[in-house]
């Protein structure tokens, strides 16, 4: 099971998820969290950045006197590890719980309806 992000490490991961480049350079994080509206002090994303790699997520390469930063985890195997944990912890593992409470809590416009709709029986022909 992959360790829970904070929200300000999540903020981080998807800047870097995001990142079209391959890995993301510290001076990048900087300017993207303040274009966000959510700037950072440098020692601060130090310390994110840090336990992030602590934690596996990220990979850090020194280039001179820079790090460079990969992600060691995709956004989607994140989101599924944490789309499990959540089932299992709130709905006891039902995937259907889940799906009904979307449903019956009118929590989907009908275009995302329909799309599930679709998806779900799609993946009953597959």
């Known amino acids: 099971?992959?360790?829970?992000?904070s929200d300000a490490e999540l903020e981080i991961?998807?800047?870097?998820?995001?990142?079209?480049?391959?890995?993301?350079?510290?001076?990048?994080?900087m300017e993207e969290l303040?274009?966000?509206g959510?700037?950072?002090?440098?020692?601060?994303?130090?310390v994110l950045l840090?336990?992030?790699?602590?934690?596996?997520?990220?990979?850090?390469?020194?280039?001179g006197r820079h790090n460079e930063y990969a992600p060691l985890i995709s956004e989607t195997a994140y989101q599924t590890a944490q789309t499990q944990h959540f089932i299992d912890k709130v709905y006891e593992g039902s995937v259907k719980g889940l799906v009904?409470?979307?449903i019956t809590g009118d929590m989907l416009t009908e275009e995302?309806?329909?799309?599930l709709r679709a998806l779900l029986e799609g993946g009953r022909r597959g």
């Open 112 to 115: 995302e309806y329909e799309e």
């Open 100 to 102: 009904t409470n979307l």
């Open 50 to 63: 840090s336990r992030l790699v602590g934690k596996g997520y990220l990979g850090a390469t020194k280039i």
């Open 1 to 5: 099971m992959l360790q829970k992000l």
């Open 13 to 29: 991961m998807k800047i870097i998820w995001e990142n079209p480049e391959k890995t993301t350079l510290f001076s990048y994080l």
């Open 38 to 46: 959510k700037p950072c002090q440098k020692n601060t994303l130090i």
């Open 34 to 36: 303040a274009a966000q």
